[in-house]
């Protein structure tokens, strides 16, 4: 268990009994995929991060790796080697592992025309050839949270520029596609095999709202939505997964150039994030976060503000379709 009325505030906080914590989990899981949602096993996509991988390696924990379906979905912006390591931890874990190229869905329904239709809005020289991430600012420093785009051109140079919101909107919206059309191929072999979807938020992403609605946020069940990312990172190094994916820097793998998910989200990177976050659940001023990170007191508030703001700016992610007029449901049938 988390050591939450301690007075101690360092990393030790989230420390866990890591044996104990695989096995609640896996019986969570036998539990829910058999008795809640009545299917015969479990699909998970597995990027080769440490989210995906840490859920895989529980869902055999679980159900045993003949009723665990791995997918390995990769698109044009992917790193090449995420789906490397995704095949390693297949064979490590002996899993089934389909992989599917989602470009060329990607491509006709105009995922990529559109989001380079905006970015061009901002940078007018962007073709092909180049390549480009989406930096945030300002939450660390209690301002309101700016985008910018920086991209690198085909010899190697620079370029930044600050984000308008209608394009900025624009590539979100169309960078969401990636989520959303490989959910669908999740589906389709839940379907088809009567397996039931895992979703691999961490309580960090969770919380914050790091996902895309009807796409990695849709899943059947979320095991390690309660552990903080240095659990997970804990976690994944007890059940033995390979160490190139233990030493995995958590990216969004998602726009062309690599990208961090603090540059692209997040305040700060992640260890530091479970602290902050960890404090605001604990109620601890922002005067015990300053010295537990180093900040001065003025940037933990900020931290802590930036965390508030975020919940309440995506609370919508979390909420199930709204019906004006709900009938309560009757549970018997009647003769």
Request: overall charge negative; proline content about 4%.
């Amino acid at each position: 268990m988390i050591r939450s009325e301690s007075a101690t505030f360092d990393r030790s906080v989230l420390d866990l009994d890591l044996e104990a914590e695989a096995d609640r989990i896996a019986a969570g899981l036998r539990e829910t995929t058999a008795h809640v949602l009545h299917r015969r096993g479990l699909v998970v996509a597995i990027s080769g991060g440490i989210d995906s991988s840490c859920c895989a390696a529980l869902a055999v924990r679980a159900l045993g790796a003949g009723r665990v379906l791995g997918l390995v979905l990769p698109e044009r912006d992917s790193s090449d080697d995420s789906a490397a390591r995704a095949h390693a931890l297949a064979t490590h874990l002996g899993i089934d592992v389909i992989e599917f190229d989602i470009a060329p869905a990607l491509e006709a329904i105009g995922c990529y025309a559109a989001r380079d239709a905006a970015v061009r809005e901002a940078l007018p020289a962007y073709a092909d050839g180049w390549s480009f991430k989406i930096v945030i600012s300002g939450g660390t420093r209690g301002q309101f949270n700016t985008f910018g785009l920086v991209a690198r051109d085909p010899d190697g140079g620079m370029h930044e520029r600050r984000l308008g919101r209608a394009e900025y909107l624009q590539i979100v919206a169309a960078t969401n596609y990636k989520q959303r059309i490989r959910k669908t191929i999740e589906y389709f072999h839940a379907d088809r095999l009567n397996y039931a979807v895992v979703g691999t938020p961490n309580r960090l992403e969770y919380d914050q709202g790091f996902f895309v609605k009807n796409g990695d946020g849709s899943a059947d069940v979320k095991p390690i939505a309660h552990l903080y990312k240095t659990q997970v990172y804990a976690m994944a190094r007890h059940l033995g997964l390979p160490a190139r994916i233990c030493a995995a820097v958590p990216t969004t793998d998602t726009y062309s150039l690599e990208q961090g998910q603090d540059e692209f989200y997040f305040a700060l990177p992640y260890a530091e994030m479970d602290l902050a976050l960890w404090s605001v659940e604990q109620g601890r001023p922002a005067a015990d976060l300053a010295r537990a990170l180093g900040l001065d007191e003025d940037q933990a508030a900020a931290v802590q503000a930036d965390i508030g703001n975020k919940r309440r700016t995506t609370r919508y992610l979390h909420e199930r379709p709204v019906l004006l007029h709900a009938q309560p449901l009757r549970e018997e049938i009647p003769a």
